[in-house]
């Protein structure tokens, strides 16, 4: 299974561990623009999206990947430390599958994710 992880913070190394120790491919973006181009061009099985990003932020990536014949049924799934009333839903009104909080908490990290596979 191939896993894209978008994510500009240290918290995509962290990821990258948890999921290839796991057994998981990982392909990475560090921005927006470059999680929608790799989301059409590697086709990933799942894609864990921070929401707060540069050059293109976590809800329009995930609006752009949605609108995408090629990748509109990869689940994705917000990875954010946003953590106020209505961010949840506002991810899910993106496109998101799911939410994860940060920080990513490597117990129960793997079995949050095999959830949307």
Same mark, same amino acid.
């Given at each position: 299974?191939?896993?894209?992880?978008? =994510?500009?913070?240290?918290?995509?190394?962290? @990821?990258?561990?948890?999921?290839?120790?796991? *057994?998981?491919?990982?392909?990475?973006?560090?921005? *927006?623009?470059?999680?929608?181009?790799?989301?059409?061009?590697?086709?990933?099985?799942?894609?864990?999206?921070?929401?707060?990003?540069?050059?293109? =932020?976590?809800?329009?990536?995930?609006?752009?990947?949605?609108? =995408?014949?090629?990748?509109?049924?990869?689940?994705?799934? @917000?990875?954010?430390?946003?953590?106020?009333? *209505?961010?949840?839903?506002?991810?899910?009104? @993106?496109?998101?599958?799911?939410?994860?909080?940060?920080?990513?908490?490597?117990?129960?990290?793997?079995?949050?994710?095999?959830?949307?596979?």
């Amino acid at each position: 299974m191939r896993i894209l992880v978008v =994510d500009d913070e240290k918290s995509l190394y962290l @990821a990258r561990f948890i999921l290839e120790k796991n *057994g998981y491919e990982v392909i990475e973006a560090r921005d *927006g623009l470059e999680a929608v181009d790799k989301a059409s061009r590697e086709s990933p099985d799942l894609i864990l999206m921070d929401m707060q990003l540069p050059e293109l =932020d976590g809800y329009e990536a995930t609006r752009r990947i949605k609108a =995408d014949e090629k990748s509109a049924k990869i689940p994705v799934i @917000a990875i954010t430390a946003y953590a106020m009333k *209505g961010d949840r839903e506002k991810t899910l009104e @993106a496109g998101c599958a799911g939410y994860i909080g940060k920080p990513i908490v490597p117990a129960t990290f793997v079995e949050e994710i095999k959830k949307y596979l």
